[in-house]
């Protein structure tokens, strides 16, 4: 397939594209099998991933969201009964969170929805490939990170 833009460019706009039809994708199908939004799931998903409770400053870390952000999607997790919400053992400032069955739920029946879909389908057809964009992305991530650590904001 041919490319009007090279360079910098064509990269910006390849990750913009594929993010947004990732998201647009996944939201689909995540709002579809389980009824919640794919921010939702997210948030579910790093609970899940982890044994103990998770502090919501950690799960905004994980993700990339603000704790703002973290906050309001878990009052609706703890609405719905998939999640609840205690103070933190470490830290009087903090609440940990832990998920409930029915959140464990959600997330199992997420997965598996999303184990089904058009990207893991792309993933299990072309593996070397998958694996080198996912290793491309995270370097580039990292790289990100390096250079602007320690700024508030892009210069």
Request: charged share 25%.
């Amino acid at each position: 397939m041919a490319h009007e833009l090279t360079g910098p460019e064509a990269l910006w706009f390849a990750l913009r594209k594929a993010a947004t039809m990732m998201e647009r994708h996944a939201e689909a199908i995540v709002s579809r099998e389980t009824g919640v939004s794919l921010g939702l799931y997210m948030v579910l998903s790093v609970l899940h991933a982890r044994d103990a409770a998770v502090s919501q400053q950690a799960i905004a870390d994980r993700l990339g969201l603000t704790k703002g952000t973290v906050s309001r999607l878990l009052d609706g997790a703890r609405s719905a009964g998939l999640a609840v919400t205690a103070p933190s053992p470490s830290s009087r400032r903090e609440r940990v969170v832990t998920l409930t069955e029915a959140g464990r739920a959600v997330v199992d029946a997420g997965d598996a929805a999303l184990l089904h879909s058009e990207i893991a389908a792309f993933a299990q057809r072309e593996p070397e490939r998958a694996e080198s964009m996912v290793e491309g992305l995270y370097a580039m991530v990292a790289a990100v990170q390096e250079a602007t650590a320690g700024r508030s904001g892009p210069r």
